[in-house]
């Protein structure tokens, strides 16, 4: 039996049933991207197969609304290359777990018609009641609209060929149209409940020890970990909240995880990154101040481990990972009140919610966790067990991954 990933990064979403099903000694796996992510210290590297592609987008010749259409075709045609010369090879896939939207899946059943498409779908895109325009009072253009509406193109294509299809969240399945709702199986990624835990105690001298960062146990400690610095995790509202905060609490520290590259949305037409911007107009002691670029998986645990209150903050988007991990972790949270987290949290059971615009108000919840230790002992001890006795714990996710796969297999 051959099983074909399919995404534009290694491993990303099916890390953890790409690493399952390669332990399986009748299957024949691989997968097919453009590049490994940062952080990937994977075994089973024999198994990636890359592809590159030809060009960019060719710029004025090509009509605004259709760049990232056009960039999901090249995309599409690259993967179709390096899906030839496994071809070749003769690895022919009884199924393919692909990743639809960025355009790497489109074109594979054309060359293997016989192989099954398991689809995971991230998003559907809508000009309105999610992420588009959140909190604006501007009306939207028609010429925005219809741009926006043209970036399903590649998803509905996979759509149209899926034999079934996996979606993380319910939140992300209603932004999907109503004829497809109910086909999605709504399986999480799943969270490592073993490595992302609780810190064992450790001896008084004991403390956070990262490279370039090093803060005694004893120091009242607030985290916020991102991708990227970014207005779609809340970044400006978060940089406010956490000036207004240091100004609060003068013994307070701040630890920054993440990368000044934008990863969703529009970077700054003034070539700044947003978290210099912040640096620009908020103020920051740089005393309690500590910055770190992306953690490898060792350090960036330790960093949640050690974290008095966590801080997590999204518009209506797709619900990160960072936020699972913090609550497996039993981090102390603090989270905006906005839909995606709404389905995971009950408000003051697992973590405090506050409004995504009230920076103050995220300010004032976060220093009384920093004043209430018993607090936050509760918010952490629910945080935890919301993910091990939850659909969202990977033993329980990968089981369900693995029943869908065997479903769609069996029906071959």
Known sequence: MNILFVHSNFPAQ????????????????????????????????????????????AGDLCHPNLKRFEKAILVAQASLRAAIKLNQQGFKPDLIVGHSGYGATLYLKELWPKAKFLGYFEWFYKSSGSDVGFGSNQQMTPDQACRIHTYNAPILMDLSICDRAITPTKWQAKQFPDKWKSSFDIIFDGIDTQLFRPRIEDPPEKGLKIPGIELAKDVPLVTYTTRGFEPYRGWPQVAEGLSLLMQRNPQVHILLVGSDEVAYGSKRADGMSWRHWA??????????????????YCDYIKVLQ????????????????????????GCSVVASNTAPVQEIIKPGKEAILVDFFDPDGMAGRIDELLQNKEHRIYLSNNARNKILNSEYDLKNTLENQLQVINDILRKS
């Open 14 to 57: 099916f890390k953890h049933l790409f690493s399952s099903l390669c332990k399986e000694k009748n299957l024949s796996i691989k997968f097919l991207c453009q590049s490994k992510e940062w952080n990937s210290n994977e075994l089973n590297l024999d198994k990636i197969v890359t592809y590159n592609i030809s060009r960019e987008v």
């Open 279 to 296: 640096f620009q107009n908020f103020f920051f002691d740089p005393k309690r101040i500590h910055f770190s670029p992306p953690l490898q």
């Open 306 to 329: 050690y974290s008095w209150v966590h801080v997590y903050w999204t518009i209506p988007f797709i619900l990160s990972w960072g936020l699972m991990e913090s609550l497996s972790t």
